[in-house]
């Protein structure tokens, strides 16, 4: 059962690492362990046919369990106490048996370990007893192994609910114990919705039963069962008159339960219980699979909401940098670099300087300004329109996405753990994510230079096979430097804004604006400008900021969540 293991390991993990587990998930847990001991009872049966018959006894607190043992063994194996849960282990008394046919039933229960009576330790619950027992004369039973378990309804329960669960796989007979004071407790109908999927042969022992009280007591239990369980047959009834515990029950008082016990012996068919199982979990895998569904799908809902984002994110950029031409300088960076191409040979060293604060290399422009009557290099405010945009759609989606998880948290309140869990890691890694998503930015916009370079030298090698145009440019670059210098001066730099209207640079756009090249030009701009979305779309938005964002469910705290795989969701078990 690959996918019923991986259940059971995920709920195993957080069911033991919470003080406080939630109680759905305890049940679920505890349904998923009965069903693994039961495919090991089925294995075993399949592998050791003739392994021993077992008898598990349960019951609730005070219900006689282990009167109920030493009278089928006619012995005083079992423990007798007046203190509720005196029995804390599984114990098993084989009744002329041999230690060979013993050997196998322990694959039953793993992880518990086999140890003697002398070795049981109130406080290590990880162990059981198996120990050969001489039945009296007046043993109802023969050749069988017989179980006694802790009380499912004490309040130390949880930690002996594993005995139980694995008495109710292993044994081959169920006798269900119980006192006319206990047998209407929910606990003890709870247990019965666990005893009776198994389709096992159940004896409901009813104990310290009044003569007068037990006609109205068993039609009761009947009753009851047939309303909870329709369809299932009816436990056999035995009542048992109270006695004190230093008497013996009489010889007819206890024909009936050695009656039920043989035929519940002869009717038993451990070839039942995997078709049994089978059918118990396609019954309830949607109740244990239900907590990681809705994992998965608040998993699906971030994962959309994330999408979204980035989609609305980018858009948003394009609108306000790549759509918008008093803002998008990136076809303006390519003229600029086209001016570094249009050298003239002769010019002298101070135009030459003055042309330098036009011309310089694009990856050099922006945040460097020039002293240009000086000639000294000088740091200025980096001016990028491009990341100030790109800071700003950041800040907005981050802030977008985090009010989504805060309000998923009382809107889906089944889901409400993971949302939780999202929105810690969310705030957590938020700086680490704005950091990343900036130097992404800086990063791309290093790389599409060259890009950016390609395009004047196309432009370039358009002009050259036009030489009175390429002509006139340079005369037009020429005539404005004096007016660059100015610009130059009075800003201090030259930012993106600046190239739209520095005089080169006008000079130059109306040059080819207006010339055969112009359409040309139109086609070089428009590629760049498809290609600068495509990159900043993939590896700025979808590479970092989206892929951050997507990530965040693998690295939140998972100690309060099953953090299984969606797949869990569509598969059932493989056999």
């Known amino acids: 059962?690959?996918?019923?293991?991986?259940?059971?390991?995920?709920?195993?993990?957080?069911?033991?690492?919470?003080?406080?587990?939630?109680?759905?998930?305890?049940?679920?847990?505890?349904?998923?362990?009965?069903?693994?001991?039961?495919?090991?009872?089925?294995?075993?049966?399949?592998?050791?046919?003739?392994?021993?018959?077992?008898?598990?006894?349960?019951?609730?607190?005070?219900?006689?369990?282990?009167?109920?043992?030493?009278?089928?063994?006619?012995?005083?194996?079992?423990g007798i106490s007046a203190r509720a849960g005196y029995t804390v282990h599984a114990q098993g008394f084989a009744l002329n048996l041999t230690e060979?046919?013993?050997?196998?039933?322990?694959?039953?229960?793993?992880?518990?370990?086999?140890?003697?009576?002398?070795?049981?330790?109130?406080?290590?619950?990880?162990?059981?007893?198996?120990?050969?027992?001489?039945?009296?004369?007046?043993?109802?039973?023969?050749?069988?192994?017989?179980?006694?378990?802790?009380?499912?309804?004490?309040?130390?329960?949880?930690?002996?609910?594993?005995?139980?669960?694995?008495?109710?796989?292993?044994?081959?007979?169920?006798?269900?114990?119980?006192?006319?004071?206990?047998?209407?407790?929910?606990?003890?109908?709870?247990?019965?919705?666990?005893?009776?999927?198994?389709?096992?042969?159940?004896?409901?022992?009813?104990?310290?039963?009044?003569?007068?009280?037990?006609?109205?007591?068993?039609?009761?239990?009947?009753?009851?069962?047939?309303?909870?369980f329709p369809g299932s047959a009816v436990p056999t009834l035995v009542p048992l008159p109270y006695i004190d515990n230093t008497l013996r029950f009489l010889p007819q008082q206890l024909d009936p339960l050695g009656d039920a016990l043989a035929h519940a012996e002869h009717?038993?068919?451990?070839?039942?219980?995997?078709?049994?199982?089978?059918?118990?979990?396609?019954?309830?895998?949607?109740?244990?699979?239900?907590?990681?569904?809705?994992?998965?799908?608040?998993?699906?809902?971030?994962?959309?909401?994330?999408?979204?984002?980035?989609?609305?994110?980018?858009?948003?950029?394009?609108?306000?940098?790549?759509?918008?031409?008093?803002?998008?300088?990136?076809?303006?960076?390519?003229?600029?670099?086209?001016?570094?191409?249009?050298?003239?040979?002769?010019?002298?060293?101070?135009?030459?300087?003055?042309r330098e604060v036009v011309t310089w290399p694009v990856r050099k422009l922006f945040g460097m300004g020039m002293d240009a009557i000086r000639g000294d290099v000088v740091r200025a405010l980096p001016v990028n329109v491009e990341r100030d945009v790109l800071i700003s759609v950041q800040t907005h989606l981050l802030t977008t996405l985090q009010a989504l998880a805060i309000d998923a948290q009382q809107d889906q309140p089944e889901q409400s753990r993971w949302w939780q869990a999202l929105n810690q890691e969310l705030r957590a890694r938020r700086e680490t994510i704005k950091g990343a998503f900036d130097q992404r930015a800086l990063q791309h916009k290093a790389d599409f230079e060259p890009r950016i370079e390609a395009a004047a030298q196309r432009l370039y090698q358009q002009l050259r096979t036009q030489p009175r145009l390429l002509n006139s440019l340079r005369a037009a670059r020429v005539t404005t430097d004096a007016a660059a210098v100015v610009l130059a001066v009075k800003s201090g730099g030259l930012a993106p804004t600046d190239l739209l209207v520095a005089p080169a640079m006008l000079s130059v756009t109306?040059?080819?604006?207006?010339?055969?090249l112009g359409r040309y030009m139109a086609t070089v701009k428009a590629e760049l400008k498809r290609e600068k979305g495509a990159e900043v779309r993939q590896h700025v938005f979808d590479e970092e900021l989206g892929a951050a964002l997507l990530k965040l469910p693998q690295t939140m705290n998972q100690s309060e969540l099953l953090g299984l795989d969606s797949e869990l969701e569509v598969k059932k078990h493989a056999g």
């Open 1 to 78: 059962m690959k996918n019923v293991q991986a259940l059971l390991t995920q709920y195993h993990l957080q069911i033991t690492q919470n003080e406080s587990p939630n109680p759905v998930w305890v049940n679920n847990y505890n349904d998923l362990r009965l069903v693994d001991a039961c495919l090991d009872k089925d294995r075993l049966s399949r592998t050791h046919p003739e392994h021993p018959l077992q008898v598990g006894i349960v019951g609730p607190t005070q219900a006689g369990k282990s009167t109920l043992v030493n009278v089928l063994t006619d012995s005083n194996a079992a």
């Open 100 to 228: 060979a046919s013993l050997a196998p039933i322990g694959t039953v229960l793993e992880p518990m370990v086999r140890v003697n009576a002398g070795n049981l330790v109130s406080d290590d619950l990880n162990a059981y007893l198996l120990e050969p027992v001489t039945a009296g004369p007046d043993a109802l039973l023969d050749a069988v192994v017989v179980w006694d378990s802790p009380d499912f309804d004490s309040i130390e329960a949880k930690g002996y609910r594993t005995a139980v669960l694995y008495t109710l796989a292993l044994a081959d007979v169920l006798v269900l114990t119980v006192s006319k004071d206990k047998y209407g407790d929910k606990s003890v109908w709870d247990m019965l919705a666990l005893m009776v999927p198994l389709d096992k042969p159940i004896v409901a022992v009813i104990n310290k039963l009044d003569e007068c009280d037990s006609a109205a007591v068993q039609h009761s239990f009947v009753e009851r069962f047939r309303i909870r």
């Open 267 to 354: 009717i038993s068919d451990r070839s039942q219980l995997r078709p049994a199982i089978d059918q118990f979990i396609n019954d309830n895998w949607s109740t244990w699979i239900e907590p990681a569904q809705h994992e998965n799908r608040a998993r699906q809902t971030w994962n959309q909401a994330v999408e979204e984002a980035i989609n609305q994110g980018f858009s948003e950029y394009e609108s306000r940098y790549l759509n918008d031409e008093s803002r998008n300088d990136t076809f303006n960076r390519a003229l600029a670099e086209l001016l570094n191409l249009l050298e003239i040979p002769g010019i002298a060293a101070t135009v030459q300087k003055t």
């Open 510 to 516: 109306t040059l080819l604006t207006e010339s055969a």
